[in-house]
């Protein structure tokens, strides 16, 4: 919902709707993060995968998520309404091409999570491929 939301903006030019989408989309996102963070509080923990510079994925999603709540809100109190109208907004070559990139983003990531674990709930440490298992037998 983040990047439909910037989508939007890029598509149709900067809106008020589009930003409630952003804030919407960065909530749940923050939410679900922070929940997975709450997962691994314990001390001893190792925390699930590798860490990145320090922190696990799951922490680097929370804390982007609050730093998109927090410019989508510094952006929204610095709202003035635009003097052009967004009906003769026209969208430039290199959103066209940002936007296909981020819409090909998501589509490998649902094949790629979908070969991983196809019909069935993810397990916890997958060792293999769900679909390439389907190969083997």
Known sequence: MVMFGFMLNVRYGPQQPHYGIILFGALFGATAALRQVSLHLLPGDPGYGSPLLGM???TWAFVI???TIIGVAVLLSLWHQPKTTTSNYHMKSIGNIVCKLAVAVVIINIVSTFI?????VTPADPHSYWLFDQFKK
């Open 56 to 58: 696990h994925y799951y």
């Open 65 to 67: 998520f609050v730093m």
């Open 116 to 120: 991983m674990t196809g019909p069935h």
